[in-house]
């Protein structure tokens, strides 16, 4: 008994390291692989990638501003079908809140998501100086069509208003901002005196700044 009692004992504290070490070696076996996939839904939303060349109908987008805005606005269905008239269909839009504010110069800062076809997105920000007869401040639902978006990078630069495109009705105010071949169409509502602010250009960027210009 002497003898037997060490060698039993040795034998289940080895026994009892095998049990306990093989899941460990088991679960860093299975884990090593799919972190990189875990991490690489977070790294699409963020890298710069190519968008699909699939389009929006005017109906899906009038039902999607329609949610977000809260009701159904007659002035903001037709102002998307106006942007259709001019521009045809977009192949991405912006949706979010924006704070602005103008003593004939004036300043906006806003903050939305970019949505496009295959159900991919990503934060936006923006910020932009205005100057004209513009004068008070508003908050607004924001809800932008963009066109000719090959690429998540060509989003983020300055756009400057196209002159002449204000489009106001019903309480929702329109205009274009282009680059290039990109197009925005950003659809605003409770636009009233701060018409003027659709004068100068905007700045999209991938993070939040202080900084309009």
């Known amino acids: 008994m ?15 390291a095998c049990v306990t070490q093989q899941p460990i070696d088991s679960r860093a076996e299975i884990s090593a692989p799919t972190a990189p996939a875990s991490a690489s839904p977070a790294a699409t939303n963020t890298a710069d990638h190519a968008i ?31 942007a259709f008239s001019d521009f045809g269909s977009p192949n991405a839009y ?10 004939v110069v004036g300043l906006r800062y806003g903050k939305g998501t970019l949505h496009y076809k295959g159900g991919d997105s990503m ?17 607004s639902k924001v ?19 196209v002159d002449g495109s204000l489009y106001v009705v019903a309480g929702v105010g329109m205009n274009y901002q282009r680059v290039g071949d990109v197009t925005l169409a950003p659809i605003r509502t409770g636009v009233g005196l701060r018409a003027g602010a659709s004068l100068g250009y905007v700045n999209y960027t991938r993070t939040s700044t202080v900084n309009p210009f």
């Open 2 to 16: 002497r003898k037997t009692l060490p060698v039993g004992l040795l034998t289940s504290l080895l026994l009892s």
């Open 52 to 82: 699909s060349n699939e389009t929006y109908s005017a109906q899906e987008l009038i039902s999607t501003a329609n949610h977000a805005f809260g009701d159904t606005s007659e002035g903001l269905a037709k102002a998307i079908e106006k």
């Open 94 to 103: 912006i949706i979010g809140d924006e704070g602005s504010g103008a003593m």
């Open 123 to 139: 934060p936006v920000y923006w910020q932009g100086p205005s100057i004209g007869w513009d004068f008070g401040g508003n908050a």
């Open 143 to 161: 809800f932008t069509l963009v066109y000719n978006l090959r690429s998540t990078y060509d989003l983020f630069q300055r756009y400057p208003a």
